[in-house]
């Protein structure tokens, strides 16, 4: 009796068990790289202060009647999607940095410092389902809790008889850049044309967030005065490197 299988019919089923283990190996080390080494993303972002600047606002009329900001149309379209921002927010940071390099030469503050402060503050206007209309003003109106004092809270008590805030107790943080009513009444500025200045228009807003942050900060193109101008903001460390890392992503074009 012959006690060995013939080799024509063994040899096969060894070698697809062996073919079916090195696939299952090979499988399983692929599985172990992408979890232990997850894929670099196309576009590195920087990590130094302050952040990249982005694609330079174009030259516009700031003296023209109506809302100027309409003027980067061509400018803020094409980019929007791709960072998650909207056109008419865009164009606001856009408007408001090209309005402070006229009237603060000095300063140096790009678009996506305010994009990245917009971002934090209220997602560019969007806050709890609020929407920009087409002159920049968020709908329906956007308010922060009550500056209370409770931990991690300051407590501000009402400098503005509820007039802007709607609170006659305590202020409340206003608008797509989140001001107080105390210091809007400082900062705020019109900048969409209508007469008005208003925290909860995003054009206005990111205006008064510029002054604002160039009085603080002085030259925002190095790291001193950019971090200076950001803790004036809010003093928080952990605020401003989130800001940092939101602006540098729309510095290189891709959404944070």
């Not at 697809?16 to 993303?41: D, F, K, N, Q, T």
């Amino acid at each position: 009796m012959d006690v060995m299988a013939p080799a024509s019919s063994s040899a096969p089923n060894a070698f697809a068990r062996v073919l079916l283990g090195s696939m299952l190996a090979a499988v399983l080390v692929a599985v172990v790289i992408a979890v232990w080494a997850p894929e670099e993303p196309e576009i590195p972002i920087p990590e130094g202060v302050p952040p990249a600047p982005g694609p330079p606002v174009p030259a516009i009329a700031l003296d023209g009647p109506g809302r100027t900001a309409d003027l980067l149309r061509d400018w803020a379209e094409p980019q929007a999607d791709r960072l998650g921002i909207p056109v008419t927010a865009l164009e606001a940071y856009g408007n408001a940095a090209a309005v402070i390099a006229v009237d603060d030469p000095g300063c140096g503050l790009a678009w996506t410092t305010l994009a990245g402060i917009g971002s934090v503050e209220s997602r560019h206007g969007q806050h709890a389902g609020a929407t920009l209309a087409p002159d920049g003003t968020a709908n329906p109106p956007i308010r922060g809790i009550p500056l209370d004092g409770r931990p991690g809270v300051a407590e501000i008590r009402d400098t503005d008889g509820g007039r802007l805030d709607g609170d006659p107790v305590l202020d409340r943080a206003m608008g797509p850049m989140q001001f107080i009513p105390e210091t809007w009444s400082r900062w705020g500025v019109d900048a969409n044309g209508d007469g008005i200045a208003d925290p909860d228009n995003i054009d206005d807003a990111a205006l008064g967030a510029a002054r604002y942050l160039c009085d603080r900060g002085g030259d925002l193109t190095g790291a001193e005065g950019w971090t200076r101008a950001l803790m004036a903001y809010n003093r928080s460390t952990e605020y401003m490197m989130l800001v940092r890392d939101r602006a540098s992503a729309y510095g290189v074009g891709v959404r944070p």
